[in-house]
């Protein structure tokens, strides 16, 4: 028995030393009763430049997956696993959560894990039945065993973690051997640090195009010796910037809840240029005639409102979802006929404006802000003539 349970072994370092491209590396325990009770366990990896140190990398997520009370299920075919899943992606097993999920059902174990790489250095995806927690590792090819190993240890689910030694580094120059550790790992961020990290009182800021209206009320003319006013109507375009703060209490995903409500404040600065109809005079029946002339209205708004967040957390460190705002929203206006080379400043106190952000956050090492798509509705009340109405219409993006 010691000598058919001790073939997978063999087989890993033989794959290392003809450089196959071994997917698993599993070393049974000895109470074979025992570790028939244990959750299934695969790994892939393919993080690394050559199949020996993807192996390695393996081995090491491996060891920790021992200590936390998995089996390594060592028998699988990944690879054919996951053709029959659609988990092949030019060649290369997938990293997206929703087909590794796929690939695990396939393969029929508890857990899958996927260390794949990234422009910072790796990311380790956990796939369980309840869903995919993922944890980004800085630092290129640089980063050590341990760092792997903690990570691996925090990302796996809790049920299973038993009490044990403490898992050491593989030795680079052995596949499946372990040696002693050189340096201790650093205590990875739980998922709720890692989220209070990512949340928080955070800066925003972004641009948006705009497509904008306006109504001058009571615009005066005279013509053929009568004055009369009416109303000039404008419509066009521009662009805009925004700059301010957004508190986002993002939940832990454990709690099972996906909705939050932030809360935002900031500032803007708007130019339009519109094309405007003004009254011109009266023509021979009686009716006010209208010409084209151009306008110039730059504006400085303000915004104080909440966002209510609607989403779910794909994974324990990304959430997708929606932020639809509300908020009070006046502004500081200087406005030019360009015709006439005259400009108003104004200051309007009654705005509002509504917004939609399409978002996607994720925590972990290295978080930063991302862009979000945002689509805002905006709205001055005419309060009198000198403070005409205005609606703008904006979409663009935001970072926070």
Known sequence: MRVVRAIPILSLALAGALGAAPVLAAEPSADADAESE???????????????????????????????????????DVEEAAGRANAMKAGV??????????????????????????????????????????????GGNAVDDDAVSAAALDLLPAV??????????????????????????????????????????RPQYGALLLASGTVLRHVPFSSRGRAGEADAQGVGGGVGVRVGFVYLPVPDPKLGV???????????????????????????????????????????????????????????????GVLIGFGYAPAA????????????????????????????????????????IRIAVSGLVPLDDDRPGMVTLGIGAIWY
């Open 38 to 76: 244990k959750p299934k366990l695969v790994v892939v990896a393919d993080a690394r430049d050559t199949t020996t140190e993807n192996a390695h990398l393996r081995a090491v997520v491996y060891e920790a997956a021992r200590s936390a009370g998995y089996e390594a299920a060592g028998t699988l």
């Open 160 to 201: 299973y973690h038993r009490e044990g030694p403490k898992p050491v580094a593989a030795n680079p120059a052995v596949v499946g051997r372990i040696g002693p550790s050189t340096t201790p790992a650093e205590a990875p961020l739980s998922t709720r640090e890692a989220w209070e990290a990512r949340g928080g009182l």
């Open 333 to 372: 206006q200087f406005q030019m006929d360009l015709h006439e080379t005259t400009g108003k400043f104004r200051v309007n106190p009654a705005g509002a404006e509504a917004s939609v952000d399409i978002t996607k956050l994720e925590a972990g090492e290295g978080a930063s802000a991302e862009p979000q």
């Open 258 to 320: 996906g909705s939050f409500v932030a809360v935002r404040f900031g500032l803007g600065l708007d130019t339009n240029v519109l094309y405007a109809r003004f009254p011109r005079g009266y023509d021979s029946g009686g009716a006010v005639s209208y010409t084209s002339r151009a306008l110039w209205v730059s504006g400085a708004p303000g915004y104080l409102g909440f966002a209510i967040a609607s989403g779910k957390f794909l994974s324990d460190t990304i959430w997708h």
């Open 93 to 138: 097993i997938t990293s997206e959560p929703r087909e590794l999920e796929e690939l695990r059902r396939a393969l029929g174990v508890a857990v899958l894990v996927r260390v794949s790489k990234t422009d910072a250095g790796l990311r380790l995806a956990v796939v369980e039945k309840r869903g995919t927690r993922q944890k980004d590792l800085s």
